[in-house]
Nanobody, 124 residues
């Protein structure tokens, strides 16, 4: 079993950047494909980005392509989400998730472990 802890959220103006971190403990994160999801008030939790176990494959939802970058360093047991050109509609709680497969997924039900989330608020 792996425990996930997100950090790096905060309040930022539109157009600025933030980098979220997802640190794993309990088991090495290299055993898991990892994803980022977000949930705004009143909305369903939605897919943002995901990365394969070895980091060779990445997926993004269309609204963040070209602005967000997911990456990982298995030696540090950490996955990051670099967010640039932030927009007010990016405001949400961001969650890190892990699944026991090589390939990532866009489907939240296919993830086995979740962090507690970190709040990102983008002001206009």
């Amino acid at each position: 079993q792996v425990q996930l802890v997100e950090s790096g959220g905060g309040l930022v103006q539109a157009g600025r950047s933030l980098r979220l971190s997802c640190a794993a403990s309990g088991r090495t994160l290299s055993s898991y494909a990892t994803g980022w999801f977000r949930q705004a008030p009143g909305n369903e939790r939605e897919f943002v980005a995901a990365i394969s176990k070895n980091g060779f494959s990445t997926y993004y939802t269309d609204s963040v392509k070209g602005r967000f970058t997911i990456s990982r360093d298995n030696t540090k047991n950490t996955v990051w989400l670099q967010m640039s050109s932030l927009k007010p509609e990016d405001t949400a709680v961001y969650y890190c998730a892990a699944r026991r497969f090589i390939t990532p997924s866009r489907t939240k039900a296919e993830y086995d472990y979740w962090g507690q989330g970190t709040q990102v608020t983008v002001s206009s």
